[in-house]
Protein backbone atom coordinates (compact mmCIF):
# COMPACT_ATOMS: atom_id res chain seq x y z
CA UNK A 1 0.00 0.00 0.00
CA UNK A 2 1.52 3.41 -1.00
CA UNK A 3 1.14 6.58 0.87
CA UNK A 4 0.16 9.42 -0.80
CA UNK A 5 2.94 12.29 0.11
CA UNK A 6 2.04 15.81 -0.59
CA UNK A 7 5.77 16.38 -1.21
CA UNK A 8 5.60 13.73 -4.18
CA UNK A 9 1.89 14.51 -5.23
CA UNK A 10 1.92 17.27 -7.78
CA UNK A 11 -1.85 16.90 -8.40
CA UNK A 12 -2.19 17.12 -4.46
CA UNK A 13 0.11 20.18 -3.72
CA UNK A 14 -1.73 21.60 -6.61
CA UNK A 15 -5.34 20.98 -4.52
CA UNK A 16 -3.47 22.34 -1.42
CA UNK A 17 -2.19 25.59 -3.53
CA UNK A 18 -5.62 26.00 -4.83
CA UNK A 19 -7.59 25.84 -1.43
CA UNK A 20 -5.47 28.05 0.05
CA UNK A 21 -5.83 30.88 -2.40
CA UNK A 22 -9.76 29.95 -3.35
CA UNK A 23 -10.95 29.16 0.17
CA UNK A 24 -10.38 32.45 1.69
CA UNK A 25 -11.57 34.14 -1.91
CA UNK A 26 -14.83 32.18 -1.20
CA UNK A 27 -14.98 32.43 2.89
CA UNK A 28 -14.47 36.89 1.83
CA UNK A 29 -17.43 36.44 -0.97
CA UNK A 30 -19.92 34.68 1.47
CA UNK A 31 -19.10 36.92 4.35
CA UNK A 32 -19.07 40.14 2.24
CA UNK A 33 -22.77 38.46 0.57
CA UNK A 34 -24.00 38.40 4.32
CA UNK A 35 -23.15 41.72 5.30
CA UNK A 36 -24.24 43.07 2.17
CA UNK A 37 -27.81 41.40 2.56
CA UNK A 38 -28.06 42.49 5.56
CA UNK A 39 -27.37 46.47 4.23
CA UNK A 40 -29.68 45.50 1.55
CA UNK A 41 -32.59 44.42 4.06
CA UNK A 42 -31.49 47.40 6.33
CA UNK A 43 -31.98 49.88 3.19
CA UNK A 44 -35.80 48.34 1.92
CA UNK A 45 -37.37 48.69 5.26
CA UNK A 46 -35.94 52.14 5.54
CA UNK A 47 -37.30 52.65 2.06
CA UNK A 48 -40.71 51.18 3.05
CA UNK A 49 -40.50 53.09 5.87
CA UNK A 50 -40.17 56.54 4.29
CA UNK A 51 -43.13 55.21 1.36
CA UNK A 52 -45.84 54.77 4.07
CA UNK A 53 -44.37 58.47 6.01
CA UNK A 54 -45.03 59.83 2.62
CA UNK A 55 -48.67 57.96 1.95
CA UNK A 56 -49.64 58.70 5.38
CA UNK A 57 -48.42 62.46 5.42
CA UNK A 58 -49.98 63.41 1.64
CA UNK A 59 -53.62 61.41 3.27
CA UNK A 60 -53.34 63.61 6.06
CA UNK A 61 -53.25 66.33 3.79
CA UNK A 62 -55.82 65.23 1.34
CA UNK A 63 -58.40 64.62 4.72
CA UNK A 64 -57.56 68.27 6.00
CA UNK A 65 -58.02 69.78 2.65
CA UNK A 66 -61.28 68.11 2.40
CA UNK A 67 -62.57 69.00 5.85
CA UNK A 68 -61.40 72.72 5.53
CA UNK A 69 -63.38 72.55 1.67
CA UNK A 70 -66.42 71.23 3.92
CA UNK A 71 -66.99 73.75 6.89
CA UNK A 72 -66.05 76.30 4.34
CA UNK A 73 -68.90 75.43 1.79
CA UNK A 74 -71.42 75.50 5.09
CA UNK A 75 -70.55 78.95 5.58
CA UNK A 76 -71.16 80.05 2.31
CA UNK A 77 -75.00 82.10 1.52
CA UNK A 78 -75.21 80.12 -1.36
CA UNK A 79 -75.04 76.38 0.40
CA UNK A 80 -77.07 77.81 3.40
CA UNK A 81 -79.72 79.22 1.32
CA UNK A 82 -79.86 76.01 -1.18
CA UNK A 83 -80.16 77.64 -4.16
CA UNK A 84 -79.99 74.94 -6.61
CA UNK A 85 -78.46 76.80 -9.38
CA UNK A 86 -75.49 78.44 -7.63
CA UNK A 87 -74.87 75.29 -6.39
CA UNK A 88 -74.28 73.90 -9.29
CA UNK A 89 -71.76 75.97 -10.30
CA UNK A 90 -69.81 76.54 -6.35
CA UNK A 91 -69.74 72.38 -6.38
CA UNK A 92 -68.54 71.72 -9.77
CA UNK A 93 -65.74 74.33 -8.79
CA UNK A 94 -64.95 72.20 -5.59
CA UNK A 95 -65.14 68.95 -7.98
CA UNK A 96 -62.83 70.33 -10.53
CA UNK A 97 -60.21 71.69 -7.88
CA UNK A 98 -59.78 69.14 -5.25
CA UNK A 99 -58.99 65.64 -6.67
CA UNK A 100 -59.47 63.76 -4.18
CA UNK A 101 -63.47 65.16 -4.07
CA UNK A 102 -65.85 63.20 -6.27
CA UNK A 103 -68.79 63.96 -4.76
CA UNK A 104 -70.46 67.11 -2.79
CA UNK A 105 -74.06 67.01 -1.46
CA UNK A 106 -76.38 68.28 1.64
CA UNK A 107 -78.83 66.56 3.61
CA UNK A 108 -81.63 68.38 4.94
CA UNK A 109 -82.04 68.25 8.86
CA UNK A 110 -84.28 64.76 8.70
CA UNK A 111 -81.03 62.79 6.71
CA UNK A 112 -82.65 63.40 3.41
CA UNK A 113 -80.46 64.07 0.52
CA UNK A 114 -81.26 67.48 -1.13
CA UNK A 115 -78.97 67.37 -3.62
CA UNK A 116 -75.04 66.22 -4.82
CA UNK A 117 -73.02 67.17 -7.39
CA UNK A 118 -71.69 65.75 -9.95
CA UNK A 119 -75.45 65.48 -10.43
CA UNK A 120 -75.69 61.90 -13.10
CA UNK A 121 -76.10 58.69 -13.64
CA UNK A 122 -77.12 57.84 -10.84
CA UNK A 123 -79.40 60.41 -8.57
CA UNK A 124 -80.31 59.38 -4.99
CA UNK A 125 -81.81 63.30 -3.95
CA UNK A 126 -84.78 62.58 -1.96
CA UNK A 127 -82.71 59.02 -0.61
CA UNK A 128 -83.02 58.67 3.16
CA UNK A 129 -79.45 58.96 5.00
CA UNK A 130 -80.43 59.50 8.10
CA UNK A 131 -79.15 56.12 9.17
CA UNK A 132 -75.54 56.67 8.26
CA UNK A 133 -73.70 57.36 11.28
CA UNK A 134 -71.45 60.10 9.87
CA UNK A 135 -75.29 61.91 9.80
CA UNK A 136 -75.73 61.01 13.45
CA UNK A 137 -72.56 61.84 14.36
CA UNK A 138 -72.50 65.41 12.72
CA UNK A 139 -76.09 66.30 14.30
CA UNK A 140 -74.06 66.93 17.31
CA UNK A 141 -70.85 68.23 15.72
CA UNK A 142 -69.58 71.37 15.96
CA UNK A 143 -66.28 70.88 13.86
CA UNK A 144 -66.30 69.14 10.46
CA UNK A 145 -65.50 65.32 11.10
CA UNK A 146 -64.64 62.50 8.74
CA UNK A 147 -66.57 59.11 8.57
CA UNK A 148 -64.97 55.68 8.37
CA UNK A 149 -64.45 54.33 4.48
CA UNK A 150 -67.26 52.84 2.98
CA UNK A 151 -68.66 52.27 -0.44
CA UNK A 152 -70.46 54.92 -2.01
CA UNK A 153 -73.95 53.84 -3.70
CA UNK A 154 -73.74 57.19 -5.58
CA UNK A 155 -70.36 56.88 -7.22
CA UNK A 156 -69.97 53.18 -6.93
CA UNK A 157 -66.45 53.59 -5.23
CA UNK A 158 -64.72 53.23 -1.81
CA UNK A 159 -64.72 56.79 -0.02
CA UNK A 160 -65.08 58.31 3.10
CA UNK A 161 -67.45 61.27 4.09
CA UNK A 162 -66.12 64.70 5.18
CA UNK A 163 -69.29 65.79 7.09
CA UNK A 164 -69.99 69.50 8.60
CA UNK A 165 -72.99 70.67 9.87
CA UNK A 166 -74.77 73.63 8.31
CA UNK A 167 -75.56 76.94 11.00
CA UNK A 168 -78.98 77.52 9.49
CA UNK A 169 -81.52 74.97 8.76
CA UNK A 170 -78.97 72.24 10.24
CA UNK A 171 -78.54 70.56 7.08
CA UNK A 172 -75.35 68.61 7.04
CA UNK A 173 -72.51 69.17 3.90
Known amino acids: ?3 LSVKRDLGLQLLALYLLFVGPVIIAALIFDTFANEQLQRD ?14 ETDVNVQNALRTVNELTLMPEVQSMDKGNLREIFSVVIASRSEVNLVYILDAKGIMVYHYPEGPINNVGNDFSFRQYYKDALTATKPLMSEGR ?15 CPIRRRVV
Open 1 to 3: MTR
Open 151 to 165: NSPTTNQFVTTAVMP
Open 44 to 57: VKAADLALARSIAL
